[in-house]
DNA sequence: CAGAATCCTTTACGATACTG
DNA sequence: CAGTATCGTAAAGGATTCTG
């Protein structure tokens, strides 16, 4: 989403549905990885190695493409530093200004992640029983 | 995501890596229509058809599973008052409560949505010239 | 080491038609 | 009014193999 060249243009305090640029960061963040790539990187640059080990889980590929999403967006540069085979990945300004934004998503997460837990453990309870 | 319940215990400050809880909350939003929804309901309960009108061109199928899928984490409530075929949707405490880190994300797309466009032109400009 | 290539499965989202 | 049912497309993500 996030395409409405005509939004309303006088923005009283924040009004995502009138005014679709504020829904940007969220498409920039709507998927598995970026959030956590972008966090990753935040006490300085890394290598695609490196990233793969602190993410977890992520395939090469899927590594890979995050890095580039990211990049095509600004929040990220990629760096071929010297000597062969090395590549690093680091913030730009506009990729760091975003950490403040995803650290109140993960702090709300460690305040209320066991009650969105329990609520999905009622539904579920409540759907089986 | 987010899964691993055998996550390190000691978390110093906030590290997204190590606790993979603080990753919940962006499997919550990542998708299309979870923050608007959200959003939209900041003011009260909204029905179906007025949330609908609200959040744009979302289809009635996509809405409801994104409804579904909020109510599922707890994060809405869904009620139906009475009259016939009248249903309201409401934020729970939870749902409530996320609405700060949805804010920040929307305030930082209003300020920096510009450098964003213009570094995607700048990458399609660079990968066509 | 940093990826590209390929294949597969799942999910999200969209469009249209129909219903209690 | 508030959905459900169905179909189709596209993107995301995962797994594996290969390469400069």
């Known amino acids: 989403m996030a395409r ?12 995502f549905l009138a005014d679709c640029r504020a829904r940007l960061g969220f498409d920039l963040l709507a998927n598995t990885w970026s959030s956590v790539t972008l966090w990753a990187l935040r006490d300085g640059p890394l290598r695609h190695g490196q990233l793969k080990e602190s993410l977890g889980g992520i395939r090469t590929k899927v590594l890979t493409e995050t890095l580039r999403r990211l990049e095509f967006n600004g929040l990220l540069r990629r760096e071929e530093r010297a000597g062969p085979t090395r590549v690093d990945y680091e913030l730009t300004d506009l990729g760091r200004s975003l950490l403040g934004p ?6 709300w997460s460690q305040q209320y992640g066991d009650e969105v837990l329990a609520a999905q453990d009622r539904a579920e309870t409540r759907a089986a029983g």
Not at 102 to 107: D, P
Request: hydrophobic share 40%; net charge negative; proline share 17%.
């Open 4 to 15: 409405d060249p005509a939004a309303r243009p006088g923005p009283r305090q924040i009004d």
């Open 102 to 107: 995803i650290e109140a998503v993960g702090v």
